[in-house]
C-alpha cells in the first residue's frame, strides 16, 4: 500500500484477555517502530526493529508486552493478560535507511485499544 | 537518562510568529525532528536538524544548537489550521528515537 497500515482501528478487550496489534509498513521501509500515545500525551517509545531484529526493548513496559516482525515487513504488537492502564492509541511507524541518522518516520493511523 | 523538555501549550494570534522551544539531554544524538500532530491524527514530519543552524522550509524554520541542547521551530504568517501539537524528537543512536511530550498550539482569530 502507499502508508503504514494498522489493525484494527479500534480494539475493546476485557481486562485480562490478549490482544494482537497489527502493523503493515510502507513497502521497502527496513526501520518499524512502536509507540504508544495516552490521551494528551506524548509518544512512548516501545521497541523499534531493524529488518526483522529488535536491538532495543528497553521501552516495552513489562513482560507482558512482546512484538516480533517476520519477513522484514509486518509486525505484530502482543499484549498479554491486558490491564486498564494499558488503553491508549498504539501508533506504529517505518522508515527508510536513506542515511544512519536520518529516519523520517511515516506513521500509521493508529489502533485504539480499550481496556474494560 | 533520556530527557526532552518541551512547554506545554503556547497560544497564538493569526498571521502571527510563533517560536516553540525543546531542550534535550540524551545518551545520544544523531540528528532531531520535529513532527505536527493534530489531534485524533497521526504525526506527519515537519522538520530535521543534524548540524547547528536554522533550516527553513517555507513558512516553517528549524533551528539546532547541539553544544546547548536546544532546538526551536519557527512559524511564520499563523494560519488556524496550524493549531496542533508539535513533538520534538532526537534520535539517540541507530534508529532509536525518543518523542517529547508535545507543545499544543491555539491559534486564535
Known amino acids: 500500500g502507499a502508508g503504514v497500515s494498522q489493525s484494527p482501528s479500534n480494539k475493546v478487550t476485557e481486562k485480562g484477555k490478549d490482544v494482537e496489534l497489527r502493523c503493515d509498513p510502507i513497502s521497502g521501509h527496513t526501520a518499524l517502530y512502536w509507540y504508544r500515545q495516552s490521551l494528551g500525551q506524548g509518544l512512548e517509545f516501545l521497541i523499534y526493529?531493524?529488518?526483522?531484529?529488535?536491538?532495543?526493548k528497553s521501552g516495552l513496559p513489562s513482560d507482558r508486552f512482546s512484538a516480533e516482525r517476520t519477513g522484514g515487513s509486518v509486525s505484530t504488537l502482543t499484549i498479554q493478560r491486558t490491564q486498564q492502564e494499558d488503553s491508549a492509541v498504539y501508533l506504529c511507524?517505518?522508515?527508510?535507511?536513506?542515511?544512519?541518522?536520518?529516519?523520517?518516520?511515516?506513521f500509521g493511523p493508529g489502533t485504539r485499544l480499550t481496556v474494560l | 537518562g533520556q530527557n526532552i523538555d518541551q512547554p506545554t501549550e503556547m497560544t497564538a494570534t493569526e498571521g502571527a510568529i510563533v517560536q516553540i522551544n525543546c531542550t534535550y539531554q540524551?545518551?545520544?544524538?544523531?540528528?532531531l525532528f520535529w513532527y505536527q500532530q493534530h489531534a485524533g491524527e497521526a504525526p506527519t514530519f515537519l522538520s530535521y536538524?543534524?548540524?547547528?543552524g536554522l533550516e527553513e522550509k517555507g513558512r516553517f524554520s528549524s533551528f539546532l544548537s547541539r553544544s546547548k541542547g536546544y532546538s526551536y521551530l519557527l512559524l511564520k504568517e499563523l494560519q488556524m489550521k496550524d493549531s496542533a501539537s508539535y513533538l520534538c524528537?532526537?534520535?539517540?543512536?541507530?534508529?532509536?528515537?525518543?518523542f517529547g511530550a508535545g507543545t499544543r498550539l491555539f491559534v486564535k482569530a
Open positions: 536538524n543534524v548540524l547547528d
Open positions: 526493529f531493524q529488518g526483522n531484529s529488535a536491538p532495543d
Open positions: 540524551t545518551s545520544g544524538f544523531n540528528g
Open positions: 511507524a517505518s522508515s527508510s535507511q536513506l542515511a544512519v541518522s536520518y529516519n523520517e518516520q511515516f
Open positions: 524528537a532526537v534520535n539517540t543512536g541507530g534508529f532509536k528515537t525518543i
